[in-house]
């Protein structure tokens, strides 16, 4: 496989994306629910899924594709090369805030991510990474992760998951919340990954994502030496649902040993 190549022809159409997505601003979005009243879909999110869908599949018709909108492939198994594609992550962000989402791309060969990008259409930020030769923002090489202790990090999570919930273990979560430095919420798995890879914040917790939210953030942040798992520390294996935990190198065990180890997640 000509990984420069792929590499090259992702990001070029996330750039299209992008320029669509900027030019939808202009009008008025069809917005409909999913799951429940605030997990939202635009006709933008979809259009945007269409758009990959049919360009991957002109150029690449061997290659499979996952995505969050439905009209992608159903994959049971990542054998062979998959593009795992969120068009929208934060779509609640993109309706009421026009910022804050980002397009999410991460292309993994049996299991494992080559490819991760992330472009934040508002900002004109493009983070991209391929497996072994660094991670960029636009032109700029990002910079290896340090650790740092919890007392002087950030955490991004979302609050609600530290109020009473019998679904999970939240009052694990409580002692972690006050040693952090501070907290933090994005509303977009992939820019909160951006910013773990950036060193903007310095861990990330979620309870439940998609493989589509994780795929081109996790090649980021392990590009710079971070480390991904679910909370409770195992693997993951892009396919299924699962809960994430992204931190600097060191960190990431501490959290896991000291906060995160006891949590039935
Ligand atoms: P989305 O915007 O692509 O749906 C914050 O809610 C983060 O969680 C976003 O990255 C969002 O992705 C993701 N998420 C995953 N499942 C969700 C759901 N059912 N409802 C809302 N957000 C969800
Ligand atoms: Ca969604
Ligand atoms: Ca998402
Ligand atoms: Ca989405």
Redesign the pocket.
């Known amino acids: 496989m000509n990984w420069e190549e792929v590499y090259t022809s992702a990001k070029q159409w996330v750039i299209e994306a992008g320029e669509i997505i900027r030019a939808s601003f202009k009008r008025t979005l069809t917005i409909r629910t999913?799951?429940?009243p605030?997990?939202?879909?635009t006709d933008i999110?979809q259009q945007i899924e269409q758009f990959f869908i049919s360009k991957i599949r002109e150029r690449y018709p061997e290659h499979k594709i996952m995505g969050?909108e439905g009209f992608a492939d159903r994959i049971e198994q990542l054998d062979g090369i998959v593009w795992l594609i969120?068009p929208?992550?934060?779509?609640?962000?993109?309706i009421h805030q026009q910022r804050n989402?980002a397009i999410s791309i991460g292309i993994y060969e049996h299991g494992i991510g080559k490819v991760g990008i992330i472009y934040d259409v508002v900002h004109d930020e493009l983070y991209h990474a391929v497996r072994g030769n660094g991670a960029y923002l636009n032109d700029q090489p990002l910079q290896p992760l340090k650790e740092r202790a919890v007392k002087e990090s950030i955490i991004a999570l979302?609050a609600t998951w530290v109020m009473e919930n019998h679904r999970i273990n939240h009052q694990l979560l409580i002692p972690l919340v006050r040693d952090a430095r501070g907290t933090r919420s994005y509303?977009?798995?992939?820019l909160?990954l951006v910013y773990v890879a950036t060193g903007r914040v310095d861990a990330y917790l979620?309870m439940?994502?998609?493989p589509?939210?994780v795929a081109a953030g996790a090649v980021l942040v392990e590009e710079l030496g971070g480390v991904v798992t679910n909370l409770k520390g195992e693997k993951l294996d892009f396919i299924s649902r699962n809960s994430l935990f992204a931190a600097k190198p060191g960190l990431h065990q501490v959290i896991l040993e000291k906060y995160l180890k006891k949590g039935n997640w």
Do not use: C, H, Q, Y
């Open positions: 999913k799951s429940n605030n997990d939202l879909v999110d969050e969120d929208i992550d934060g779509t609640m962000n993109f989402f979302n509303g977009s798995a992939a909160e979620s439940r994502l998609s589509w939210d």
